[in-house]
């Protein structure tokens, strides 16, 4: 079974700095994919950014993007020049690759982030 | 496009006491799931559907059912509420795309506490 793990369940940052949040999984799959949700207090789920496992490449969003390290089975998500409105529950996700469902995603507990002005 | 639509928005059973949680979607999804979302856990798989007509169980279904007579909608039965259903619901459905990612587009969420 997949878990994931995030270590921080609260976080906070200035307006117009850098943050890191961190989110390490489990898995002995090869293809699979990793997101990241964002969860305003609307209680709305927002797909922040997304990757491959097969992609080397960091996927990037504008102010937000990730470092993978698929060895170290880690996944954080960057987000610079923080905004008030980035203020909100972060999740990170896994799924595997061709899954029978398409909907069966694994979540950590979520990390906390104040962006403070 | 709607999305994915959830009603009701809140909900206060008494122990024992059975209701339906809606979800529709509207994009002609296949795949449409239920999470329930509680605190320090993040979001757990209930009950999951791969078409019309075929459901199957995820991580936590006990207590729960679920059915797929249209691809539109994907209700959530509590035969018999429990304090330990009060939760967030969230239904979320997505495509199959084998060239792409596979993004679950989510409802506003269903808040359901039980007495």
């Known amino acids: 079974a997949q878990t994931v793990t995030q270590s921080q369940p609260e976080m906070s940052v200035q307006e117009a700095e850098t943050v890191t949040l961190s989110c390490t999984y489990d898995t002995s799959e090869n293809n699979y994919y990793l997101f990241w949700y964002k969860q305003p207090p609307s209680r709305q789920m927002i797909l922040v950014i997304r990757q491959e496992a097969y992609k080397q490449q960091n996927a990037t969003e504008n102010r937000f993007s990730v470092n993978f390290q698929k060895a170290a089975k880690s996944f954080s998500l960057k987000i610079s020049d923080s905004q008030l409105g980035d203020t909100a529950m972060y999740f990170c996700?896994?799924?595997?690759?061709?899954?029978?469902?398409?909907?069966?995603?694994?979540f950590g507990a979520g990390t906390r982030l104040t962006v403070k002005p | 496009n709607a999305g994915v639509t959830q009603t009701p928005k809140f909900q206060v059973l008494k122990t024992g006491q059975s209701m339906t949680l809606q979800c529709a979607q509207d994009?002609?999804?296949?795949?449409m799931s239920w999470y329930r979302q509680d605190p320090g856990m993040g979001l757990r798989l209930i009950h999951y559907s791969v078409g019309a007509g075929i459901t199957d169980q995820g991580e936590v279904p006990n207590g729960y059912n679920v059915s797929r007579s249209t691809t539109e909608d994907f209700p959530l039965r509590l035969l018999s509420a429990a304090p330990s259903q009060t939760s967030v619901y969230f239904c979320?459905?997505?495509?199959?795309?084998?060239?792409?990612?596979?993004?679950?587009?989510f409802g506003p969420g269903t808040r359901l506490t039980v007495l």
């Open positions: 979320a459905s997505s495509y199959s795309n084998p060239s792409g990612s596979n993004e679950q587009f």
């Open positions: 996700a896994f799924m595997k690759l061709f899954s029978y469902n398409n909907n069966d995603m694994r």
């Open positions: 994009m002609n999804h296949e795949y």
